[in-house]
T-cell receptor, first 117, second 110 residues
Framework: NAGVTQTPKFQVLKTGQSMTLQCAQD?????MYWYRQDPGMGLRLIYY???????DKGEVPNGYNVSRLNKREFSLRLESAAPSQTSVYFC????????????????FGPGTRLTVL | GDSVTQMEGPVTLSEEAFLTINCTYT??????LFWYVQYPGEGLQLLLK?????DKGSNKGFEATYRKETTSFHLEKGSVQVSDSAVYFC?????????FGDGTTLTVKP
């Protein structure tokens, strides 16, 4: 069981370049998330997907797009990278996010460290 | 909206000292509460959780009690070790999403 895997681990981009961060989980979880972590700001939710075929904006979605390719995979795309997007990006998954508002424990990948010059 | 406020760090302790990291939250309804730990270069991993008022979560000598009357979920450990050095995040979950605190960096010196 690999858990949540992310690729790449490190990436350096120039302003205006595009790239896709990949995430996959092998725990058969319904819900998947993308966060960014910046010093002193905790984790901020970019997008999430409560189930295959659905995606919703989080706290900081501007400049990003996502695709829930299937139950296992959830990718994050930067169409035109900006220096403000320099951050560490984490993908996470959880068993379910029920209609009554309960979200179970989240399982995190190891992160992608992105630098935009 | 929902929010989580954590004790500001960094926190530096000697081995075998008592640890408290304060966490308070603002949320409507009855959120679930979590403590996650992040070791250098890694993602977050669950340390403990509590899903209803007065529940106590515990793991690896760490404990936290869900106090609805004070909207708090303080993390405690009686005797810290060097291996406990990490960043600790308090979080709540409600409405299909989680809200995280800013994290508290703990350094334990031998």
């Amino acid at each position: 069981n690999a858990g949540v895997t992310q690729t790449p681990k490190f990436q350096v981009l120039k302003t205006g370049q595009s790239m896709t961060l990949q995430c996959a989980q092998d725990m058969n979880h319904n819900s998947m998330y993308w966060y960014r972590q910046d010093p002193g700001m905790g984790l901020r939710l970019i997008y999430y997907s409560a189930s295959e075929g659905t995606t919703d904006k989080g706290e900081v979605p501007n400049g990003y797009n996502v695709s829930r390719l299937n139950k296992r995979e959830f990718s994050l795309r930067l169409e035109s990278a900006a220096p403000s997007q320099t951050s560490v990006y984490f993908c996470a998954s959880s068993v379910e996010a029920r209609g009554d508002g309960y979200t179970d424990t989240q399982y995190f990948g190891p992160g992608t460290r992105l630098t935009v010059l | 909206g929902d929010s989580v406020t954590q004790m500001e760090g960094p926190v530096t302790l000697s081995e075998e000292a008592f640890l408290t990291i304060n966490c308070t939250y603002t949320a409507t309804g009855y959120p679930s509460l979590f403590w996650y730990v992040q070791y250098p270069g890694e993602g977050l991993q669950l340390l403990l959780k509590a899903t209803k008022a007065d529940d106590k979560g515990s793991n690896k000598g760490f404990e936290a009690t869900y106090r609805k009357e004070t909207t708090s979920f303080h993390l405690e450990k009686g005797s810290v070790q060097v291996s406990d050095s990490a960043v600790y995040f308090c979080a709540l979950s409600r409405s299909s999403k989680s809200t995280f605190g800013d994290g508290t960096t703990l350094t334990v010196k031998p």
